[in-house]
């Protein structure tokens, strides 16, 4: 019986995540990052604190997928979550919202250092070279900010927010970070 109950334990571990990770990247999906959200709204609206919502859209994606194949974009899509996972802090969130979208969480932070940390990654996503048979890739990001800082009690609307900003960046030329509330 003992093994029969490790089992079920192990399975129920396993089925958790994958409820709650995107099987491709390894990241958390969009379900867990929604749920993880509402909690930093509620935290922000109760303490007075402040983050920062970000949304990324890659930019010239298609490309990869048109040119090399889906299992091209597949493997890039898993490359660029391993950069963005690699320089987040501890307490941020990263997440594949679908396609070639992520969310981010900037726990703690204004909205000046998530400006700067996001024209970094931006940069570095700009700079990152995905080769895939004999070819080589440049791909970009896009992505909008907005405050959680009591600001948007719903946070189906905060995350609206940010993506409108984030389509204002790819407007605005690509390559960019917006903030909500500034002009677009």
Not at 70 to 82: I, K, N, P, S, T
Not at 115 to 132: A, H, T, V, Y
Request: glycine residues 8%; hydrophobic residues 45%; aromatic residues 10%.
């Amino acid at each position: 019986i003992f093994s029969d109950v490790t089992e079920m334990r192990a399975l129920q571990k396993q089925l958790g995540y994958q409820a709650s990770h995107d099987p491709l990247t390894g990241l958390i999906n969009r379900s867990a990052f929604e749920t993880i959200l509402q909690d930093v709204v509620k935290e922000s609206v109760m303490t007075a604190g402040q983050s920062v919502l970000v949304y990324l859209d890659l930019d010239y994606f298609k490309r990869v997928n048109d040119t090399a194949g889906h299992a091209a974009g597949d493997e890039l899509l898993r490359q660029l979550a391993g950069v963005m996972s690699s320089r987040m802090r501890a307490s941020d969130i990263v997440a594949r919202l679908g396609g070639d979208e992520f969310g981010l969480i900037l726990r703690n932070c204004s909205v000046e250092y998530a400006e700067s940390f996001m024209n970094g990654l931006i940069s570095e996503i700009c700079k990152f070279e995905f080769r895939w048979n004999e070819q080589i890739f440049h791909v970009g990001a896009s992505a909008g900010l907005a405050p959680v800082n009591g600001q948007f009690s719903a946070f189906s609307a905060l995350l609206a927010s940010a993506d409108q900003a984030c389509y204002a960046a790819k407007r605005a030329g690509r390559g960019q970070v917006k903030i909500v509330g500034t002009s677009f």
